[in-house]
């Protein structure tokens, strides 16, 4: 049985990206692995913000990754914070990390904006990410494909790591990305990613939309002037955006889907997709509803800090032993 771990910020607005490309994998994976999901609390303080405010996100996300089908009693779930190890393994990964790698990861550049004022936690989120993911002994990590880069610089921290300090200090992971819905893109602008911090709300459709808000964001979708549907990545990126959207959904291949609406107009197969996000959302909000303000809540996240922080002890005590640190 493998190890998996992955984790989600609790930054609010979990849209269809988040979904499709990460927790789907979540939920399917704790069928035959052993899997640790954290609500990563940490990175999200690397833009500031109102404590109430994250407070508030942590246990968002938490009844989120329930409503979408996470089973406490299959899968590990906890906040990051709650186990101190991620934090201490930050730090030994910081010593054997390189500045010049980190200044070349793709997200870093994108939210500095080269700027000297640029939070320093915004620079090391990357070890951090490596951090949660070794210090799990975890083989696979299910993300969207916008973090190929920092999985890959996981690896290689915990290859060159092995190398000085011993082959059994890490488990060098492998990232696990899906087929359809490994980069859902924003539905205004289909050449950048869905995301949570996009300006333009209309951009993403979150996993708590109400129905109103779901038929506006698909209805208004930017598509292109060829008329006809087609699975063509360069030259009808938002029609395609959608088809991807629709095959996630239905497990229909885009292929069937181009054939589907051969002869059709965007406006028909919009609607269609209105209906088949409408009908696969309204269960996950149901759910979030129930359990969200539940006394269970809190209680899962307690026990499955427990749990991980056995994990992480005990790679903990290897890894101090491995690299001479402390006399206990
Ligand atoms: N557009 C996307 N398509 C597919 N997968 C995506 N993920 C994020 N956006 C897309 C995946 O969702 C998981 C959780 O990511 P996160 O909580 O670290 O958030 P993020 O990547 O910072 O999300 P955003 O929306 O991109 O936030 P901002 O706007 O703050 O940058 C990860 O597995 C990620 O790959």
């Not at 069928?31 to 500031?48: F, G, K, L, R, S």
């Not at 955006?241 to 059709?264: C, M, R, W």
């Amino acid at each position: 049985m493998n190890r998996v771990f992955s984790g989600i910020q609790p930054t609010g607005n979990i849209h269809l990206g988040n979904y499709l490309g990460a927790l789907r994998q979540f939920v399917e994976l704790q069928e035959t692995e052993e899997c640790v999901y954290c609500i990563v609390d940490m990175h999200a303080i690397t833009v500031p913000k109102p404590a109430e405010q994250l407070r508030e996100s942590i246990l968002d996300v938490a009844a989120l990754y329930l409503a979408v089908g996470i089973d406490p009693e299959k899968s590990i779930v906890f906040v990051q914070s709650d186990v101190g190890s991620h934090a201490e393994l930050s730090w030994i990964l910081t010593c054997s990390s390189y500045t010049g790698e980190l200044s070349r990861m793709t997200q870093y550049k994108q939210k500095s904006k080269n700027q000297e004022s640029a939070p320093t936690g915004l620079f090391m989120y990357p070890v951090l990410m490596a951090a949660d993911i070794l210090l799990y002994d975890t083989n696979v990590v299910p993300v969207g494909d916008d973090q190929k880069q920092h999985i890959e610089l996981t690896r290689d921290l915990a290859i060159r790591v092995n190398g000085k300090y011993g082959e059994d200090t890490f488990v060098v992971p492998e990232g696990r990305f899906m087929k359809s819905g490994a980069r859902i893109m924003g539905l205004d602008d289909p050449t950048s990613k869905m995301s949570k911090s996009a300006e333009n709300e209309y951009s993403r459709i979150q996993l708590l939309d109400a129905p109103s808000k779901i038929k506006k964001s698909v209805m208004r979708a930017t598509t292109d002037n060829v008329g006809a549907i087609n699975y063509d990545p360069e030259n009808q990126p938002g029609i395609t955006n959608l088809i991807n959207i629709y095959s996630a959904f239905t497990d229909h291949d885009p292929q069937e889907i181009v054939a589907k609406y051969q002869g059709e107009g965007y406006g028909t197969f919009k609607k269609d997709l209105v209906e088949i996000l409408t009908d696969n959302l309204a269960p996950i909000r149901e759910k979030y509803e129930k359990i969200r303000h539940s006394d269970e809540l809190t209680s899962i996240l307690k026990d499955g800090a427990q749990r991980a922080d056995a994990i992480a002890q005990k790679t903990m005590e290897r890894v101090k032993k491995n690299f001479g640190l402390g006399i206990r």
